[in-house]
């Protein structure tokens, strides 16, 4: 563990110097009250804040009020575990002023006895001057043995001072041994209270993770109910929306059946006006008959006195005509010459038609050519057109699908929501696709209404019971917003101009097939096929037909007739690019097929298609998935953060495997072997076998 940074500046307690040790000690006491106060203080400020800010979020408070908790556990460790080594350095210092002490004794202890001994060596010294001089062997015997005790006496205060050096010695030895004993027991607390902290603070961390996991929780629940009474507030506002919505329709449709009310009234008075006019009119031209009469009378008598006058010029021109007879005879000569001139011209003129004619069917065979090329060619790439488009759109519908699945298992599975197939999903199901060159409708009539096969059946059968009626009767309408039913004579005419110059959309198997039939049989056999072909499936669609096969009369004479036969093609293209009945509801999805005989498609809606299938997903959801993916990076930032604390972890483990590994080399070693008491003597048992286990 890494003690705090203001101990790497400054006094330390490791410094060679004794006044720098005992300032660091002081700096260190100083500080550790310090921090004591601010703990306090530290406390009570967390307190305030709590109270003071109402805003922040219970996660942001708890994450605050844990990492205050950890970095006071973390602290209070590393003052606990670098205590141990603070000791150590104190005993060490203790040892060295001890050590120095007994030197300095020992220093004057053998200073004395040197001094001494030179006395004594001197004294010695001059006795075996004056042992010369002495000439009686008792007194020189008395003079060497006292000279003998001398010298046995000084030898045997060096032999004390070296015994007791080595009594010193030999406790240094035991002081050696006791203070490696003390330091693996040093170490062994160091270790202690390390296995200790980080047991302490591994269950610091669980806890606080545990309150944060759950003030997340708790902010996520507040958060799930205050976004679900909004979305039940809007829900709210929308069906009150809806309700004053309908509630409009029904007022408007009200006030249109009073307008139609109105408008019925108003033409039956025009009618009655224009029908006493014309009625005045007839009489004003009887008036006019009869003085045209009396007109003829006079002009018949005056045309008798004009017949003699010409009579007499008859007779004037016949002198007149031999004359011109001459002069013809005269001419014919001039006629002659000029149809020989013309003969020839005629020949020449013969010659370059036949050659311009040549050319111009050399031509038209190369534009019929050419055309007929662009025709496939233009088939082609509408059929390559479509083989994209499709391929295109199964991969979108694909991706969209998958899409909304991906958005329902976040909602049910991440989010805990209950999740509903959005509105934007419906063009999964075929809701404003445009339709392809040569891809009809398809399309399946709802149930209230008749089939257009049984509703062409009635129509047949209505106009054979009624006879062949007048096609310019007035149209019958009744109270409904979907348009007017015509009459039935009126709409079997239709009905057969439209076999008449539609018969090339039924195959031509099948017309030889209906030929055994009665008329209304055939004809209701190809208004089968060529209703499949144009999109008519509803009796409704017959009456919309209808609409484009007749041409309305003027306002003076309302009435009815049906449209030349060569616009009939015209009618046909026009009811289909407007579009099919909207009673229809699209069906699944099939194959297209192209044909070659389709008019050119309307392309104005692709875009809004393409947009519709790429936005599948509402702007709601999305919303939802961002503030998910929020939530996940910040969890996958805890996780990181957690990741880094267990490998400081193993890093410290294997710090702590490392300083064993050398605790048993060091004990191990065979330098022990030549000491009297080895270290491995003073260390227990149990530690022993736990080193062996360990290595």
Request: charged letters at 35%.
């Amino acid at each position: 563990m890494s003690s705090p940074p203001e101990e790497s500046t400054g006094p330390s307690v490791d410094s060679k110097k004794k006044d720098e040790r005992v300032l660091a000690r002081r700096e260190r006491i100083i500080k550790r009250n310090k921090n004591a106060k601010h703990e306090g203080s530290s406390v009570n400020q967390v307190k305030d804040e709590s109270c003071e800010d109402k805003k922040t979020g219970k996660s942001r408070k708890q994450i605050t009020v844990s990492n205050q908790r950890i970095e006071k556990l973390r602290y209070d460790g590393s003052e606990l575990v670098t205590n141990v080594g603070v000791a150590a350095m104190a005993r060490e210092d203790a040892r060295k002023v001890d050590e120095e002490k007994s030197n300095k004794e020992r220093r004057e202890k053998l200073e004395a006895e040197v001094k001494a001994s030179m006395e004594r060596f001197e004294e010695i010294t001059k006795r075996w001057d004056s042992a010369h001089a002495v000439k009686v062997p008792q007194a020189l015997d008395d003079m060497m043995t006292n000279q003998r005790e001398l010298i046995n006496s000084m030898i045997a205060e060096k032999e004390k001072i070296i015994q007791t050096f080595q009594l010193e010695l030999k406790a240094k030895d035991d002081q050696y041994v006791k203070d490696l004993k003390k330091q693996a027991e040093d170490i062994d607390l160091i270790i202690e209270r390390m296995n200790a902290q980080i047991k302490n603070l591994q269950k610091a961390y669980r806890e606080e993770l545990t309150k944060i996991d759950q003030a997340f929780e708790s902010e996520r629940i507040e958060l799930l109910d205050k976004q679900r009474q909004e979305w039940e507030n809007h829900m709210q506002q929308r069906s009150n929306k809806e309700i004053d919505y309908l509630k409009e329709a029904e007022q408007r449709v009200e006030d249109f059946s009073s307008q139609l009310q109105h408008l019925r009234v108003q033409d039956a008075e025009e009618y009655n006006m224009v029908k006493i006019k014309l009625e005045t009119d007839v009489q004003v031209l009887e008036q006019q008959l009869q003085a045209m009469r009396a007109t003829y009378q006079l002009n018949s008598e005056k045309l008798d006195y004009n017949f003699q006058v010409l009579k007499k010029r008859d007779e004037e021109n016949t002198i007149t005509k031999s004359q011109q007879k001459r002069k013809i005879t005269r001419l014919q000569d001039t006629l002659n010459n000029l149809k020989g001139k013309f003969a020839k011209q005629e020949s020449s003129f013969r010659e370059e038609n036949q050659q311009l004619a040549d050319v111009y069917k050399r031509i038209t065979d190369q534009f019929k050519e050419l055309q007929k090329k662009s025709k496939h060619f233009q088939a082609t790439d509408t059929k390559k057109f479509i083989d994209v488009w499709v391929m295109n759109e199964e991969e979108a519908t694909d991706l969209a699908r998958k899409v909304l699945d991906e958005d329902r298992i976040i909602f049910t599975q991440q989010i805990g929501l209950d999740w509903g197939m959005p509105e934007t999903s419906k063009v999964l199901e075929g809701e404003g696709r445009p339709l392809l060159a040569g891809e009809p409708a398809k399309v399946t009539s709802t149930s209230s209404l008749k089939s257009a096969k049984a509703a062409a059946d009635d129509i047949i059968r209505a106009a054979s019971e009624a006879g062949s009626g007048n096609l310019e009767q007035s149209r019958s309408t009744f109270g409904t917003d979907k348009g007017h039913v015509y009459n039935p004579v009126l709409i079997k005419s239709v009905l057969e101009l439209l076999c008449a110059e539609a018969d090339f959309l039924v195959e031509k198997k099948l017309v030889h097939l209906l030929t055994p039939l009665e008329h209304d049989e055939r004809l209701l056999m190809k208004l089968d096929s060529i209703f499949k072909a144009i999109g008519v499936d509803t009796e409704e669609d017959i009456n919309r037909l209808t609409e484009y096969f007749i041409v309305k009369g003027d306002e003076a004479h309302e009435s009815t007739s049906l449209i030349h036969p060569n616009q009939v093609l015209k009618a046909i293209r026009l009811f289909v690019s407007e579009g099919a009945s909207p009673n229809r509801v699209l069906t699944q999805k099939q194959t297209v097929e192209f044909d070659e005989t389709a008019a050119e498609r309307d392309s104005g809606n692709d875009a809004n298609y393409w947009q519709r299938l790429a936005q599948i997903l509402p702007k709601t959801h999305e919303r939802k998935w961002d503030a998910l993916l929020t939530g996940i990076q910040k969890y996958h930032n805890v996780l990181t953060h957690r990741s880094k604390l267990i490998e400081e972890t193993d890093k410290l483990q294997n710090q702590n495997s490392e300083l064993r590994m050398l605790l048993q080399q060091y004990i191990g070693s065979r330098v022990n072997q030549d000491l009297q008491i080895p270290p491995t003597h003073t260390i227990p048992t149990e530690m022993l076998r736990d080193y062996a286990i360990d290595s």
